[in-house]
């Protein structure tokens, strides 16, 4: 299988460019042609000599992705199925107003963006965790549901959530690779503060992350304010307890400038208590963050309830009496299972049902 030209950087693209013999300005015609006009293959590329369109198609894909299917939701939220080069099959989920989650402003269209096929770390409360992990996306699989997205839905695209299937943090080469093309001045150029990572705790890619140069927001998918209560959510956990992860958030915090977000889903009688609310308050207010509270979504196969929305309000008036930031969140795209823990590859084939692993909130 051809290598998909999504996957190249602009320096990577050079580099081909001089070892088949063309000059490095193609580069940046070539980059138009896919990022910008983003046309479906070489031979619309008007201005590049044929003979370099030849060698081009001798070389690459132009897409990393193909289409399957799209599920649109009653307030709009689309949900779209892209089967991989070997078979797989991942989801993004288009969402047209994100209700100030991640700091973003509320009229962007967001896109949701996986990063794995399936997930190894079993966030108890998330679909993907059922099934376990398959295999890192690579640079243009990740990037290339963006440019998918947008081709597919005639908008373009304003902010980015990696938290759609996988683990970003596991895959954090890749995803940097498609971090760079997707922020390139001549691909997309989307800024990096509409860029959100979230991830269920991985302490030292954390901290590699927070030296990276670009403003990239990160969110916790916390979900309990001590180590007991968090592990029965989240078995990373175990590895990276509570304080080690509030440490590496402080080292984060020392070196950028965006506020962190800690993503916290509302579980009746396992973490709705108040006095997680008042733990999690100072937590918060340690390191300057915000709050996302999310009623629990029920997952099928998966046995715990969603708190009464009293409750719900009670945990943020905690929060908020303490100064801290604390959203509501109120989901979209209940209807076609996109909302948070909800996202989950079913895809009909001859086989039967695929259900490969997505995810929710890393
Ligand atoms: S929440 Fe994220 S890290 Fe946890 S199982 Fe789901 S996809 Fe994996």
New binding site residues.
């Given amino acids: 299988m051809l290598p998909a030209i999504t996957g190249l950087s602009a320096d990577a693209l050079v580099g081909w460019l001089q070892s088949a013999g063309q000059p490095a300005f193609r580069a940046q015609q070539i980059f138009e042609w896919v990022w910008k006009k983003q046309v479906r293959s070489f031979d619309e590329m008007a201005n590049l000599p044929k003979a370099l369109r030849e060698q081009l198609a001798q070389a690459f894909r132009i897409t990393s992705l193909d289409h399957s299917q799209t599920q649109g939701a009653a307030d709009t939220t689309r949900k779209f199925l892209f089967r991989l080069h070997d078979g797989r099959y991942v989801e993004s989920v288009l969402i047209p107003a994100n209700p100030a989650l991640y700091g973003q402003a509320s009229d962007r269209l967001t896109l949701c963006v996986s990063s794995?096929v399936g997930?190894?770390?079993?966030?108890k409360?998330?679909?993907?965790?059922l099934a376990g992990f398959t295999r890192h996306l690579d640079a243009s699989e990740i990037a290339g549901q963006v440019l998918a997205a947008e081709q597919l839905s005639g908008q373009r695209v304003d902010s980015l959530v990696f938290?759609g299937?996988?683990?970003p943090l596991?895959n954090l080469d890749q995803l940097l690779v498609a971090i760079s093309l997707i922020t390139h001045e001549q691909s997309l150029h989307l800024g990096a503060r509409h860029l959100t990572i979230?991830?269920?705790g991985l302490v030292p890619q954390i901290r590699q992350l927070a030296e990276h140069p670009q403003q990239i927001r990160l969110a916790i998918?916390l979900h309990g304010a001590t180590d007991e209560v968090r592990e029965q959510i989240?078995p990373?956990n175990r590895k990276w307890p509570v304080a080690e992860l509030f440490a590496a958030l402080e080292y984060w915090n020392a070196r950028k400038k965006q506020k962190l977000t800690l993503e916290y889903i509302l579980i009746e009688g396992v973490n709705d208590a108040l006095e997680q609310a008042e733990i999690l308050a100072k937590r918060a207010q340690k390191i300057q963050a915000k709050v996302n509270l999310i009623p629990y979504n029920k997952v099928d196969g998966l046995s715990w309830k969603r708190p009464s929305d009293n409750r719900c309000k009670a945990f943020r008036e905690v929060l908020r009496r303490s100064g801290i930031t604390a959203n509501l969140r109120l989901e979209k795209g209940h209807d076609i299972d996109a909302a948070c823990?909800q996202l989950r590859l079913k895809q009909e084939t001859h086989e039967g049902i695929i259900a490969a692993?997505?995810?929710?909130?890393?």
């Fill in positions: 794995q997930c190894a770390y079993g966030c409360f998330c679909a993907s965790g938290m299937m996988g683990e596991a979230s991830t269920s998918s989240m990373i823990g692993p997505a995810k929710q909130s890393s």
